[in-house]
């Protein structure tokens, strides 16, 4: 490759990955707009309700009152609508999501803290292992075909058709209160304290075996069945009945083939990652994970509309990081979005 | 048309996923006509019947009884002594009453019986036992003794005059009762649920709204979706960026977050079945968006199109016989699995508590909502929760399935 070609090359991947982060941005701005219009819109908009119903359920007058003050005052209910919405995304870009009504006197920002390492020390790796051991498992059973594909098909067919909180209920039945090899709920021993001690992190991990699998499980079968068509569909290439005839030898041509058939799979899983989140999310609450799942259901039985709110947006947030960094992945892998850079 | 029908079942993936469908499908519907109950009814008063069959205790108490020369004592000692009660009375017995483990037999109770009753002494040495668990031996001990005594039962009736007992009738425990001669029974083949709802009729019910809840959003979805879709291909420039912009969008916002949302605003009471459903719909067009618009975009400079174009017609006509037959397998496909995402998306929305109301209707995921929030795992009552599971699964593995059907009859080169 020539030196001005390399130049051109790295002009090619700022563009690209300039356009892409722009248009997360944007997004990102769209996603903010709807996550404050929306319920704004709607006839039971509980932030005009807010007054009347976010502290019938307190007791004390004096939180009542602190309640509703920040409340008045972080969203600026008496203002017009456009100047509420700049009072709510500043503060909410600088994490402000004001106080609880379910679980008062905790921030919003602090009970979100707390539980977003949970859900993404728990959703990453499961996403991310179950997506390879899928592929692997499609691409072998492309290749083999014979019995193995017979009969792993099928049972991933099915498999992939649980609910992600369907197959939790199904491991934490089996694994966790039939033959009692892990606990049921909870992250951590509900004896212990957070710390860095060995038993404490030996409580964490039993405790994150069973919300995981459920989530590889899952994964794993959706994927195996997409990669499994794409490899087969690709094994009957063109480029691969020429390979063959030119005598390349059949590993390497089984390396073409798994890297096309890869990259169909890298977008499917951009488009498919915010259902997959959302399932495992809702699998969180099975075992009483204390994730964002597990909030935003204590949040909708509280009517704590500050905190549902928050965790829309970091969900929202979270999906639309994973994406971009699937896409910016995506852009070194494909050829042919590089060479299109190169134009 | 009668052939791209011959042909679609002749694909076996297609033909299964259809049988389950229809099987499910036609059990709401003909369920109902043999089992008139209605499925919200509260029969049992408590929580988590087990399945089986309840007979009215006291119509077999006064009912014909019948003597029958079997071995009554096993079979209610099995029932009374728990496995857990087993496992106490073989580690007191090794560990104080001095049997070598090896003769203690856990499958044996009448051989564990007989050995307790030999060397059980609430008063013997029992170091290191706590005084609770010391108590709870002597419990045993007492349970044991009850039950071994065997005396008969007698009943009494109550005097309306003087107000006393009146023996009417013992019942010793070798008698019996055909349970056809009870006319007070009733079968729950998957028990009750925390309500004491009848789970089979429930879930029967809860199907069938259901599958509405996917049927009402796939509709909606395939709708929105279709329209955009020829919008965005067949008129293009403008108009195009713009619904793809939209819908570029609302693939990457997650549907899951908006749903909450909306759902949440929406407020408990307003949100009926339909309502959900549509909002589902709603939420859920994007992928019917883009497929529609990229064929669109490929047939639309075909040469009948252009020909139809040529003659005059009209941009809706062209539309609707020139363009929309070469979409339909596509858009069949998309409704499909919009109709199995649309289920998935009722019950992850209830089980957040953010489902239809509850009190007036049932579906998978409020039955699944109400196993979950009274711990019916923790309990065991895997009546409540494993059937909605495998039904969520079966209606979704059907669906699926005939869409890869349908997608290899559609596009031969993905047939193996």
Redesign the interface.
Known sequence: MSKGNGVRHLKGFKKYYGQKIL??LI?LF??IV??FV?????????VAGIAAGAVSGMTDTTAIQKVYNDYAEKFGVNEPMIVQFGIWAKNALRGDFGVSFGQYPRTVADIIASSIGWTLALQLPAIIVGWILGNLLGAVAAYI?GAFDKVILPVF??V????A??MA??L??VF??NLKWFP??GGYGFDLIPNMSWEFVRSVISHYQLPFWSIVLITIGGQAIGMR?MS??EL?ADYVKYSRFLGIKDSKIVGYVFRNAMLPQITGLA?S???M???A??AE??FSYPGIGST??AA??GQD?PL??A??LI??VM??LA?LFVELIYGVIDPRVKAAQQD | MKNTLRQVFHSPKFVIGFVIFAALLLTTIIYPLVVAADPLEMVGNGNFFKPGTYVSVKDSVEGTHYTLNIDVKSGSLDSKISAEDKESMKEWLTKFGGVAEADINLEDVEGLIGLWEANYSESADQPGLTASRKKYFARLNKNIDGILADSDLILARENPDTGELEESATIGSNEFVNTKDVANRRTFILGTDNFGRDVLTELVDATKTSLRVGLIAGVVATIVGLFLGLISGYVGGVVDDLIMFIT??F????????L???S????Q??RGVNLVAIIIGLTSWTWTTRSVRSQVISLRNRDHVNLSKLSGHSMMRIVLTDILPYLASYVVMAFILQI??GI?AE??LS????GPSTSTTATLGLM?NWA?LYAA??N?S?WA??PV?IT???I??SL??MN?GLDQVFNP??R?
């Open positions: 248009w997360y997004t769209f996603a709807l996550n929306l319920p704004r819109l709607m006839p039971g908009d509980p075909k067919l099915f992939s058709n649980f609910p909180f369907g209920i199904i934490l039945t966790g209160i049921t709920s068509s087969i569909y009957n488009m990652l915010g259902t989140m959302g399932g999310l809702v609450i099975i935003l259901m909708v039985r509309y549902i709110s965790c829309t969900i929202t999906v639309l994406n | 570029n969008l693939t990457v916002i997650p549907s899951f977050v908006l909450i949302l909306i949440y605003s929406v407020g009471n307003a199995s995402s998935l019950a992850q089980m957040l508590g953010l699944m979950t795992p923790l065991g895997w929760y494993f599971v969520i699964a079966l979704a593995f699926n399935l890869t080169q993905l193996d």
